[in-house]
Each structure stands twice: as C-alpha cells, then as structure tokens.
Nanobody, 122 residues
Framework: LLEEAGGGLVQPGGSLRLSCVAS????????IGWFRHVPGKGREPLSC????????QYADSVKGRITMSRGKAQNTRYLQMNNLKPGDPAVYSC?????????????????WGPGTLVNVSS
C-alpha cells in the first residue's frame, strides 16, 4: 500500500515536495513512478526510476522542474517540484511495480496510492 502526502496550494513559481510512503515493505529495488490526473483529461505519466534497469525518465512537460529522490527511510520516495505553473494543478499519485527488481519495471506500475492534490494559484 502506498500513500502520498505533501500536496497543497502554492503560488506560481513556487515549490512542493511530495512524499510516497509504502506500508509493510521497503521500496528498494522496485520501479517507482509518479503520475498526475486532472478530471476529464486522463492520467499523465511524469517520471519513473528503475534501479534494475538503471533507468530514470521524466516527461517533457515537467523535465527540469521535477526530481525524484529517496528518503532516509527505505519505504519513502519523494518528488520535488519546482517552478510550479498554472497548468500543473492535479492529483499527483505514486505507483510501484509489484515485483522487486523486475526488468522493465517502469512498464508494470501496478500498486497505486490514492494521490495528493496540488493547486497552483496566485
């Protein structure tokens, strides 16, 4: 089970750090990704890291503005978002592969958190 936190209201140009915490397991060697969803617009993949594949990728829409990182706790991952724009409001969710160290794990993000809401407004 995954749970996100850290969403909220921020002014344009501001920053937020979202967290993704797994219960009962560590996230080491699992592929982890972040997505956002705007009602009526579908789900947009933002990023994914796979240690197994040595793979780290970011969507063009957010490249240079977001960074994934690990927390000190092995069950925590972060998404740092900078220079937030009026087009960024959405529910942000993390997702993980259900199999540890699976090749191509970023294509198997099957375990989802409920998401955290991000709003950008002046």
């Amino acid at each position: 089970l995954l749970e996100e936190a850290g969403g909220g209201l921020v002014q344009p140009g501001g920053s937020l750090r979202l967290s993704c915490v797994a219960s009962r397991i560590t996230l080491d060697h699992y592929a982890i990704g972040w997505f956002r969803h705007v009602p009526g617009k579908g789900r947009e993949p933002l990023s994914c890291i796979s240690d197994r594949d040595g793979f780290e990728q970011y969507a063009d829409s957010v490249k240079g503005r977001i960074t994934m990182s690990r927390g000190k706790a092995q069950n925590t991952r972060y998404l740092q978002m900078n220079n937030l724009k009026p087009g960024d409001p959405a529910v942000y969710s993390c997702a993980a592969d259900s199999v540890q160290a699976r090749p191509g794990g970023c294509g198997y993000l099957e375990v989802w958190g409920p998401g955290t809401l991000v709003n950008v407004s002046s």
